[in-house]
């Protein structure tokens, strides 16, 4: 009876002691693993603080491009103005030049001819009266200029106008046409009495827009008539009223190709 009581102490002595080994063994695998868990956050955190520093490079060189981007566009709009006030300045010395030119009438020219002694005639002298004569037989007569007064003045609707007769003007629907190649649309101007306005169509997507000058402000306002094919893949601001100036307009037509393009 002892013996098996004995046997039994110490089978259960056994299991005790396995299940302590096997407890310990456990835990050891455990803390293995909770420190490669800390290990792999810790790994985690070091990318997730790298990433960050990334992207706050990406936004910077974006910021700076935003920068460098708007700097180029108020240079090249600095140097539209430039030429345009040249231009302008150019045109209006042109057109003085002219008005004087025309103001001379030939009875000026012939009470002013230079005059040349006839008792001293020399080479010179009569180098200088041919040129009085070639002038003198030059001069346009008032008859003339009252005939090129009245060429053919064209209007906005491709017509001349001749004393009472209407024609067509060629030169105008030439200039629509050019007009209409530059933008890759159909445009029609509309002159009203308050104000003007230009409309745009094109034909492959069917969007079409209008444009009209705010005199006041001096401004273009875009008004959105219908997106056609490109509602997919037009953004916010074509949907929108929008007002842009004058030296915007390159940029916008720009975009609209772009798009249109695209589309």
Same mark, same amino acid.
């Given at each position: 009876?002892?013996?098996?009581?004995?046997?039994?102490?110490?089978?259960? &002595?056994?299991? &005790?002691?396995?299940?302590?080994?096997?407890?310990?063994?456990?835990? %050891?695998?455990?803390?293995?693993?909770?420190?490669? =868990?800390?290990? @792999?956050?810790?790994?985690?955190?070091?990318?997730?603080?790298?990433?960050?520093?990334?992207? %706050?490079?990406?936004?910077?060189?974006?910021?700076?491009?935003?920068?460098?981007?708007? %700097?180029?566009?108020?240079?090249?709009?600095?140097?539209?103005?430039?030429?345009?006030?040249?231009?302008?300045?150019?045109?209006?010395?042109?057109?003085?030049?002219?008005?004087?030119?025309?103001?001379?009438?030939?009875?000026?020219?012939?009470?002013?001819?230079?005059?040349?002694?006839?008792?001293?005639?020399?080479?010179?002298?009569?180098?200088?009266?041919?040129?009085?004569?070639?002038?003198?037989?030059?001069?346009?007569?008032?008859?003339?200029?009252?005939?090129?007064?009245?060429?053919?003045? #064209?209007?906005?609707?491709?017509?001349?106008?001749?004393?009472?007769?209407?024609?067509? #003007?060629?030169?105008?629907?030439?200039?629509?046409?050019?007009?209409?190649?530059?933008?890759?649309?159909?445009?029609?101007?509309?002159?009203?009495?308050?104000?003007?306005?230009?409309?745009?169509?094109?034909? %492959?997507?069917?969007?079409?827009?209008?444009?009209? @000058?705010?005199?006041?402000?001096?401004? @273009?306002?875009?008004?959105?008539?219908?997106?056609?094919?490109?509602?997919?893949?037009?953004?916010? @601001?074509?949907?929108?009223? +929008?007002?842009?100036?004058?030296? =915007?307009?390159?940029?916008?037509?720009?975009?609209?190709?772009?798009? +249109?393009?695209?589309?």
């Amino acid at each position: 009876m002892e013996r098996k009581f004995y046997d039994k102490y110490t089978a259960l &002595k056994k299991r &005790k002691l396995l299940d302590e080994g096997l407890e310990r063994k456990r835990e %050891a695998e455990f803390k293995e693993l909770y420190d490669a =868990m800390k290990d @792999w956050v810790r790994g985690l955190e070091n990318d997730k603080e790298e990433l960050f520093e990334k992207l %706050a490079d990406k936004e910077d060189e974006l910021e700076k491009a935003r920068q460098d981007f708007l %700097a180029d566009i108020r240079a090249k709009d600095s140097e539209i103005l430039r030429l345009k006030q040249l231009l302008d300045e150019k045109t209006e010395k042109n057109n003085s030049t002219a008005t004087k030119s025309m103001d001379q009438t030939p009875e000026a020219i012939h009470d002013n001819p230079t005059r040349i002694s006839p008792r001293r005639k020399t080479p010179q002298s009569n180098i200088e009266a041919k040129r009085v004569q070639l002038s003198e037989s030059n001069v346009i007569p008032h008859s003339s200029l009252e005939k090129e007064s009245q060429e053919p003045q #064209c209007s906005r609707r491709y017509t001349c106008m001749t004393g009472n007769e209407i024609t067509e #003007c060629p030169s105008a629907h030439m200039f629509h046409l050019l007009l209409q190649s530059l933008a890759r649309m159909k445009l029609t101007v509309d002159d009203g009495t308050e104000r003007f306005s230009v409309s745009f169509y094109h034909e %492959a997507t069917g969007y079409s827009f209008t444009l009209t @000058w705010l005199e006041k402000p001096g401004e @273009w306002s875009y008004k959105l008539s219908s997106l056609g094919t490109l509602e997919r893949i037009a953004v916010n @601001w074509m949907k929108q009223d +929008i007002r842009f100036s004058m030296n =915007m307009c390159r940029l916008f037509f720009e975009r609209i190709s772009n798009i +249109i393009t695209k589309g």
